[in-house]
């Protein structure tokens, strides 16, 4: 199955759950209320994403005299992507890492660290711009958001039935029905599961950017060679950086292993690698 069908199949059961849960723990009225929240605080952040993702991880705005060799490969491969050339940015940061960030192609930019700058040999840095060049190109910043207003609005369904619990005993029949016990397995059941989905989406996006990265930079081997740098060094010293932001970056700047991965929104770095080497 492909990357681009995976990410559907993957969306139609989050919206599933979600319809689902909104069934048995606030019946119509209730998965409603919580749609609207849940819209209402994402479309505040999606609007205002890049200024949010940058601020977050305390990225400055160079200029082509400050950065010019920077500023021309980025604006080559954004030629050879189709893309209008994105805002660059750079994290004073020793552990080398990217992100890209905007709504669409039309308001994006790209953020590197200083430690990105200097740890990668050009070609491999033309594989990582490649790459957050394929996010902005796939709006993965739109899905991602769109992938958050159903996690969200499933949490909030949660945290509403427990209310309902504590003050009401759980809903009459007429009212949209529902068992209390399956109202309970479903309250504590179905935000982990929607956690789980939206992970697995951020994980499928992931593959798809190192293949159209890998495209756009023309040498797969190139990117392959820098993730493997960026997971050794961002494993020996990782980022000081916010959790939730930590999904945008190219590798995961966060320590963590074991269950932890379970919940990790990258891919396994040894089937990235692999992929990329099968090009």
Request: charged fraction near 15%; charge should be neutral.
């Given at each position: 199955?492909?990357?681009?069908?995976?990410?559907?199949?993957?969306?139609?059961?989050?919206?599933?759950?979600?319809m689902i849960a909104g069934q048995a723990m606030g019946g119509q009225q209730g998965m409603i209320i919580a749609l609207i929240m849940?819209?209402?605080?994402?479309?505040?952040?999606?609007?205002?994403?890049?200024?949010?993702?940058?601020?977050?991880?305390?990225?400055?705005?160079?200029?082509?005299?400050?950065?010019?060799?920077?500023?021309?490969?980025?604006?080559?491969?954004?030629?050879?992507?189709?893309?209008?050339?994105?805002?660059?940015?750079?994290?004073?940061?020793?552990?080398?890492?990217?992100?890209?960030?905007?709504?669409?192609?039309?308001?994006?930019?790209?953020?590197?660290?200083?430690?990105?700058?200097?740890?990668?040999?050009?070609?491999?840095?033309?594989?990582?711009?490649?790459?957050?060049?394929?996010?902005?190109?796939?709006?993965?910043?739109?899905?991602?958001?769109?992938?958050?207003?159903?996690?969200?609005?499933?949490?909030?369904?949660?945290?509403?039935?427990?209310?309902?619990?504590?003050?009401?005993?759980?809903?009459?029949?007429?009212?949209?029905?529902?068992?209390?016990?399956?109202?309970?397995?479903?309250?504590?059941?179905?935000?982990?599961?929607?956690?789980?989905?939206?992970?697995?989406?951020?994980?499928?996006?992931?593959?798809?950017?190192?293949?159209?990265?890998?495209?756009?930079?023309?040498?797969?081997?190139?990117?392959?060679?820098?993730?493997?740098?960026?997971?050794?060094?961002?494993?020996?010293?990782?980022?000081?950086?916010?959790?939730?932001?930590?999904?945008?970056?190219?590798?995961?700047?966060?320590?963590?292993?074991?269950?932890?991965?379970?919940?990790?929104?990258?891919?396994?770095?040894?089937?990235?690698?692999?992929?990329?080497?099968?090009?």
């Open positions: 199955m492909n990357t681009v069908a995976k990410t559907f199949m993957l969306m139609a059961a989050l919206t599933a759950l979600f849940a819209l209402g605080l994402n479309f505040f952040a999606y609007w205002n994403s890049d200024k949010l993702a940058l601020a977050m991880n305390h990225a400055r705005e160079v200029s082509p005299a400050e950065a010019g060799d920077l500023h021309a490969l980025v604006a080559g491969l954004a030629a050879r992507a189709g893309l209008p050339k994105p805002r660059v940015y750079v994290i004073d940061e020793a552990t080398p890492n990217a992100f890209a960030t905007g709504r669409n192609p039309e308001h994006a930019a790209v953020a590197v660290t200083t430690g990105l700058l200097r740890a990668l040999e050009r070609h491999e840095l033309e594989g990582v711009i490649g790459h957050e060049l394929a996010h902005i190109k796939h709006r993965d910043i739109l899905i991602g958001s769109i992938a958050a207003v159903m996690a969200g609005a499933i949490s909030y369904l949660a945290t509403m039935a427990q209310w309902a619990m504590l003050f009401g005993g759980g809903r009459r029949d007429g009212e949209g029905g529902g068992n209390p016990v399956v109202m309970l397995v479903t309250m504590l059941v179905a935000p982990l599961a929607a956690t789980l989905i939206q992970m697995a989406i951020s994980r499928s996006r992931e593959y798809l950017a190192d293949a159209t990265g890998a495209e756009i930079c023309g040498h797969p081997k190139s990117l392959a060679s820098a993730l493997n740098k960026l997971a050794n060094y961002n494993a020996q010293r990782p980022m000081d950086v916010n959790p939730a932001s930590a999904q945008m970056y190219i590798v995961n700047p966060l320590s963590g292993g074991g269950v932890a991965n379970l919940f990790s929104t990258h891919p396994p770095m040894e089937e990235r690698v692999r992929r990329l080497m099968s090009m």
